[in-house]
């Protein structure tokens, strides 16, 4: 559910929420959720770690180097997500 109202305004923030969102689900790394709607993305890096006796599952890749971060992005992510209606100052 988004909360921004289309007063036709020269941007759609809907549907840029939407986009954002829908990028960092497509990051997503680890074992994923049954209604991943990233069709191409699979679990993926189950077993970062387990050489050194260390659970690395989870987080998300950055976009070039194949890394997976924890706590940035979930930071960045959850900013979208929380402050977003805020920021628009149609947000109902």
């Given at each position: 559910?988004?909360?921004?109202?289309?007063?036709?305004a020269?941007?759609?923030?809907?549907?840029?929420?939407e986009?954002?969102?829908?990028?960092?689900?497509?990051?997503?790394?680890?074992?994923?959720?049954?209604?991943?709607?990233?069709?191409?993305?699979?679990?993926?890096?189950?077993?970062?770690?387990?050489?050194?006796?260390?659970?690395?599952?989870?987080g998300?890749?950055?976009?070039?180097?194949?890394?997976?971060?924890?706590?940035?992005?979930?930071?960045?992510?959850?900013?979208?997500?929380?402050?977003?209606?805020?920021?628009?100052?149609?947000?109902?």
């Open positions: 559910m988004f909360l921004f109202v289309d007063d036709g020269k941007y759609n923030y809907n549907r840029v929420l986009l954002s969102i829908l990028f960092y689900e497509a990051q997503r790394s680890g074992k994923l959720p049954t209604d991943n709607r990233i069709p191409w993305r699979h679990d993926s890096a189950l077993n970062d770690g387990s050489d050194v006796g260390v659970d690395l599952k989870g998300w890749y950055d976009g070039k180097s194949g890394r997976h971060h924890d706590i940035l992005t979930s930071f960045t992510q959850t900013c979208i997500m929380t402050f977003s209606p805020y920021l628009h100052k149609h947000a109902s």
